[in-house]
């Protein structure tokens, strides 16, 4: 099993590091496809890092690291990085607030505009 971890990360290193496209694979046909194969890559880094370094793993989950990895990998982010977004137009505290435990609840990022000193966008993290 760890010998199968090792392989498999290895290589996904190597795409990573070669700057190749690391969600193809025979099979990944769809964006959700794609996704998924990069969760799954994910989750054998991390199975790999509990055999290793079970600290690290701790490490990595209290600063939130595996929250964000995970994140990166969703329908939505790759909407984001398409300039693909949904735009919330923030004329209240209240929408705000809902919008900032939206994102922390659905661990995605929103984007919002701001009207009170002219248009100004940002994009809400969770983080």
């Not at 795409?15 to 890559?41: C, F, N, Q």
């Amino acid at each position: 099993m760890s010998r199968i971890l090792v392989k498999t990360v290895r290589e996904f290193r190597n795409r990573v590091s070669h700057h190749e496209p690391v969600w193809k694979k025979y099979g990944v046909e769809t964006e959700i496809d794609a996704i998924e194969h990069l969760r799954d890559k994910i989750s054998k880094i991390l199975q790999l890092l509990e055999l290793v370094s079970p600290e690290k793993k701790r490490l990595l989950e209290k600063n939130k690291i595996i929250e964000r990895a995970y994140r990166a990998c969703t329908l939505g982010e790759l909407r984001r990085f398409q300039h693909n977004i949904a735009t919330h137009n923030v004329k209240s505290i209240s929408k705000l607030c809902r919008l900032v435990q939206s994102a922390h609840d659905a661990n995605s990022v929103e984007k919002i505009q701001v009207y009170e000193m002219g248009k100004i966008s940002f994009l809400i993290h969770p983080n």
